[in-house]
């Protein structure tokens, strides 16, 4: 295993490279990508982006050394980087890939945005309300920046189907919208749970940019590998889950941040020293006079995940599958529609490169990232103070 000093070493070979001025890119010109953040759910992303066509991918930055050294063989000729901000210092890079733990979103989306870089930046959005507004500056002094946030759902051919099905006249009001996510692991192997290596460690961790403005802490490996569990870098299975299935009804319903938020749970089943629960209630008032419910377990898969949207005149009904169904009471000639409309698994990726090149707006933009994001927030603060909160929107704050 290479150590920290061979990574670091390699760092001024990039630099001499990284002076060429950005430039405007054409329609079908070759698009430079990076990505900061290669792990499981960073490769992920990446392997999207390789597969759209005039992309190079040219850089990887993450502060664990085996993520870089796997990261290579994915794109040989990559550069890579311990420290982020010696990618974003390379003025070739046109656009980058964000796939870090929730808590450092801001910092490298902000960095990104303001080392003049196009960003994709995965969910969910901000970490924090704080951080959502500094984010919010960022993009809008970025002036012409595309930005994508993560919400694949919003790129796909059920988005397509639910924006033609989502109209007044095929479901009068709307109500309520039910989601649900459930999902079920063998007896052993807790959900989100990854292994410690041994070569995890502080010579091979930069274990400072992994904490960024989290409260400080002494190296702790599983802290670090299985943040998903921690409260000072993640949002649980709200920002994990819950922001998918909201974003994808936020988006053609066009709904506003709720005005009040109540959450319940607990962890119910995997004692293992996580802080986030596994088994958890939401319910969300929104100003659209519009109830959204969301329930979610790790102890139980029956269910599995999806979404009812209920109105007089007709429901929606979201899992695999797309469908329409007329209220008969009140439709009595409508009839059932079946969503055709298929996409390719990288199409949210595709999109974002096509809005580099064209200046539109992407499937994902960030205003609908910041409504997202601030209502994931909302539950957690719900169920860590105990009871419900809401919305000021005169201050932008919880309250």
């Known amino acids: 295993m290479d150590s920290r000093r061979k990574f670091l070493s390699s760092v001024a070979t990039g630099l001499a490279t990284s002076l060429a001025p950005s430039k405007v890119l054409g329609a079908n010109e070759r698009i430079r990508a990076g990505i900061i953040g290669a792990g499981a759910r960073g490769m992920e992303i990446v392997r999207d982006a390789m597969g759209c066509s005039n992309i190079d991918f040219v850089a990887f930055a993450d502060i664990y050394t085996r993520r870089l050294e796997e990261a290579k063989a994915a794109a040989p000729g990559a550069k890579t980087y311990l420290d982020h901000r010696y990618l974003l210092d390379d003025k070739s890079i046109d656009a980058v890939l964000i796939a870090t733990p929730q808590h450092l979103h801001c910092e490298h989306f902000v960095a990104s945005l303001e080392a003049g870089k196009h960003v994709y930046q995965e969910k969910t959005m901000a970490f924090t309300v704080e951080h959502a507004k500094r984010m919010r500056a960022a993009y809008q002094k970025a002036g012409k920046r595309t930005v994508q946030i993560g919400h694949q759902g919003c790129s796909s051919g059920l988005m397509t189907d639910a ?23 063998p007896h052993g192997k807790p959900q989100w749970s990854r292994p410690v290596y041994p070569d995890m460690n502080p010579e091979n961790i930069l274990w400072n940019q992994f904490l960024g403005e989290a409260p400080k802490h002494d190296f702790d490996a ?3 590998v299985n943040w998903r569990f921690f409260w000072d870098y993640s949002g649980g299975n709200f920002y994990e889950n819950m922001c998918h299935q909201l974003a994808f009804w936020y988006r053609p319903l066009n709904l506003h941040i709720p005005k009040g938020v109540t959450t319940t749970g607990g962890v119910f089943l995997w004692k293992d020293g ?31 995940a999806s979404e009812h949207v209920l109105g007089t005149d007709g429901t929606i009904m979201k899992a695999q599958q797309i469908r329409y169904l007329p209220q008969k009471v009140n439709q009595p000639k409508g009839e059932e529609i079946l969503g055709q409309t298929r996409t390719e698994p990288r199409a949210h990726m595709q999109n974002f490169f096509d809005c580099i090149r064209s200046g539109k707006e992407t499937n994902c933009p960030f205003e609908l990232g910041y409504r997202v994001s601030i209502a994931c927030r909302m539950a957690v603060e719900s169920y860590r103070r105990g009871r419900t909160v809401r919305w000021d929107a005169a201050n932008e704050e919880i309250v």
């Open 163 to 185: 924006v033609a099905m989502a109209n007044p006249a095929r479901l009068g009001k709307i109500t309520m919208i039910e989601a649900h996510m459930f999902r079920n692991t």
């Open 222 to 224: 599983n802290r670090y």
């Open 274 to 304: 996580r802080e986030v629960p596994d088994t958890m209630n939401v319910s969300m008032e929104h100003p659209e006079e519009l109830l959204v419910t969301w329930t979610s377990g790790f102890g139980n898969n029956q269910l599995g």
